[in-house]
């Protein structure tokens, strides 16, 4: 079975870090680019970051350039997404998603170009 299993999140102050890993199973990891979405209460889910395990390509959503880190452990299939200087605008519930075959990533993939999603990990950043 194909699992995808995101965990790492917490309640972090404004200006702390956490680090959140998606686990995978059941695919050919290295074949596949893998994304993280979040989704703050009232508002759509948005894409923050994907890393594309072919190539190493990564693509960061504006607001999180220069804090966040994607990263991919591919010997553990796993991606993480270190978030430092963190601001209460980024709680949200993130979720991460794999897709196969990526193309070169110049942007962040739509949700729907996606072929399986994990379950979401909460992240709150209290003021």
């Known amino acids: 079975d194909v699992q995808l299993q995101a965990s790492g999140g917490g309640l972090v102050q404004a200006g702390g870090s956490l680090r959140l890993s998606c686990a995978a199973s059941?695919?050919?990891?290295?074949?596949?680019?893998v994304g993280w979405f979040r989704q703050a209460p009232g508002k759509e889910r948005e894409g923050v970051s994907c890393?594309?395990?072919?190539?190493?390509?990564?693509y960061y959503t504006e607001s999180v350039k220069g804090r966040f880190t994607i990263s991919s452990d591919n010997a553990k299939t796993t991606v993480y997404l270190q978030m430092n200087s963190l601001k209460p605008g980024d709680t949200a519930v993130y979720y991460c998603?794999?897709?196969?075959?990526?193309?070169?990533?110049?942007?962040?993939?739509?949700?729907?170009?996606?072929?399986?999603w994990g379950q979401g990990t909460q992240v709150t950043v209290s003021s």
């Open positions: 890393i594309n395990n072919i190539d190493g390509g990564t």
């Open positions: 998603a794999a897709f196969v075959n990526p193309p070169l990533i110049v942007r962040m993939p739509l949700e729907n170009e996606y072929d399986y």
């Open positions: 059941g695919f050919t990891f290295d074949d596949y680019a």
